[in-house]
């Protein structure tokens, strides 16, 4: 029924991890292959291209949906519908963000110091161009193909790049000064696939197998045994998402309690547990939560 295209390159790990969480497995003969398979009567055809190009062929109705970048949709214009934010990155689970950045012994602290005719490198050159214009700046934009920050100073003054932590400009002697775009990983449709009843209603399958995939990492589920008389104690210092499930026992006076807890701080939340009176704890590893 679907088409989907999924990005090649430095997402493609996170996305497959993403996929495969979902139960979503994305199967293909080699980590070199632009074909691949999802076993889902839902979806029956799965291209890998680079992300970049994605926004474009869902926008012209090549593929039904797929995943990308704000950031490409943005420098492409594509004219697609979001299903949503999906909160991954390629070693992360923040945003990505487009930032101008300039050798930190320049000088320059803002984009109002920038002079005009600066040379500025980057894989965005529309988006700098639109940026440039709004904000009164007159300089030469060149595309750049690969290792943008390599080519400061020598061959231009200042890059336009995509950044998860900041960490590799810094080491190469760049320091930012604006961001021009915050990105989050985007699922995206085409408009005319989104108007069929039949594929919206599966594509907005997939979607929500994703986001609880997503909102489950990072929890854990935790069983466990109390009676009466330590009920309230125990409850006061269990951080669940949402009030914890309380079920009376057969065993008179005992209750089972079951909450979804974040799995950093379950080292020490579970002694904590056991010393308000809590009994017989079982952590539980959880694939997704769906609201």
Same mark, same amino acid.
């Given at each position: ?14 996305? *497959? ?131 943008? &920050? !390599? ?17 590799? #400009? ?5 320091? $930012?000064?604006?961001? #021009? *775009? ?19 209603? !599966? ?10 995939? $997503? ?6 589920? #935790? ?12 409850? &006061? ?31 020490? #939340? ?22």
């Amino acid at each position: 029924m679907l088409s989907l295209v999924l990005p090649k390159g430095s997402l493609e790990r996170a996305t *497959l991890e993403l996929f495969d969480a979902a139960d979503l497995t994305v199967r293909r003969a080699s980590d070199r292959d632009y074909h691949a398979s999802v076993a889902d009567p839902r979806i029956d055809r799965v291209r890998f291209l680079r992300p970049q190009e994605i926004p474009v062929y869902v926008a012209e109705g090549l593929f039904d949906f797929g995943i990308t970048g704000r950031d490409w949709i943005t420098e492409t214009g594509a004219d697609v519908a979001s299903l949503g934010e999906l909160e991954y990155s390629k070693a992360t689970s923040e945003p990505v963000r487009v930032v101008l950045a300039v050798p930190a012994a320049s000088g320059w602290e803002s984009v109002g110091d920038l002079p005009d005719g600066i040379r500025i490198s980057t894989e965005f050159p529309a988006l700098t161009r639109r940026f440039l214009e709004e904000n009164g700046i007159k300089a030469m934009v060149t595309p750049s193909h690969g290792a943008t &920050e !390599a080519k400061v100073p020598d061959i231009v003054d200042a890059i336009v790049d995509l950044t998860e932590t900041g960490s590799s #400009l810094r080491r190469n002697g760049l320091k $930012i000064i604006h961001t #021009l *775009l915050t990105s989050y990983t985007e699922l995206i449709a085409n408009h005319d696939s989104l108007a069929d009843p039949a594929k919206r209603a !599966a594509m907005e399958d997939v979607a929500l197998l994703l986001r609880g995939a $997503i909102r489950a990492r990072g929890n854990v589920l #935790l069983k466990l045994n109390v009676a009466d008389a330590d009920l309230a104690a125990v409850t &006061e210092i269990l951080p669940a998402m949402t009030s914890p499930t309380i079920t009376s026992l057969a065993r008179g006076g005992m209750h089972a309690v079951e909450a979804v807890v974040p799995k950093r701080g379950v080292n020490t #939340l579970i002694p904590a547990l056991r010393s308000a009176g809590a009994r017989d704890i079982l952590e539980i590893p959880i694939s997704k939560i769906i609201e």
